[in-house]
T-cell receptor, first 111, second 115 residues
């Protein structure tokens, strides 16, 4: 099946700093999503982005499908951004019909 | 507001006991999913259902069972055959059965502990 690798595994930032999280995947995909899991376990969908670039407030994401990676940018980080960020990929109609999750990047934003 | 409701939030299971986790959605989504999350790990797929009265095994289905009698409901039973059931269980849904063009929506999860 498709392998998903996220980096870095852990990230500590000072409030106000910017960061880039990376997701590499081993095969072609037509579904890629970024999620944020808060400290209470709730997963929130941030982006559906199998290709291209999207922005939502201080967050933006870019997926370069031909090179098999996606980036999540967080600007002017806030303490509420803390939690774990997951990348998940899938290939509907191909070898991996459902989402495969990476192990996540744990982000801690210090005040 | 539309969303996914999982209950209970916390569940304790005795050895040899079956327990059922509830998942209900009012989003009118076709597809529903059950994931398991262990500490410090990503999510692993247990079962999924693309349509009522149909479901398929995911990567770690052994020791679990599901049903999909109604579009809104997708309960998960953790049976006594599941040897290490202590984990965080997450239910999700998506609008289209192939998940294309729409993201997943997750419930708030159930923490299951064996006592």
């Amino acid at each position: 099946g498709i392998q998903v690798e996220q980096s870095p595994p852990d990230l500590i930032l000072q409030e106000g700093a910017n960061s880039t999280l990376r997701c590499n995947f081993s095969d072609s995909v037509n579904n890629l999503q970024w999620f944020h899991q808060n400290p209470w376990g709730q997963l929130i969908n941030l982006f559906y982005i199998p290709s291209g670039t999207k922005q939502n407030g201080r967050l933006s994401a870019t997926t370069v499908a031909t090179e098999r990676y996606s980036l999540l940018y967080i600007s002017s980080s806030q303490t509420t951004d803390s939690g774990v960020y997951f990348c998940a990929v899938g290939n509907y109609g191909g070898s991996q019909g459902n989402l495969i999750f990476g192990k996540g990047t744990k982000l801690s934003v210090k005040p | 507001d539309g969303g996914i409701t999982q209950s209970p939030k916390y569940l304790f299971r005795k050895e040899g006991q079956n327990v059922t986790l509830s998942c209900e959605q009012n989003l009118n989504h076709d597809a529903m999913y059950w994931y398991r999350q262990d500490p410090g790990q990503g999510l692993r797929l247990i079962y999924y259902s693309q349509i009522v009265n149909d479901f398929q095994k995911g990567d770690i289905a052994e020791g679990y069972s599901v049903s999909r009698e109604k579009k809104e409901s997708f309960p998960l039973t953790v049976t006594s055959a599941q040897k290490n059931p202590t984990a965080f269980y997450l239910c999700a849904s998506s609008r289209d059965s192939d998940g294309s063009n729409y993201g997943y929506t997750f419930g708030s999860g159930t923490r299951l502990t064996v006592v």
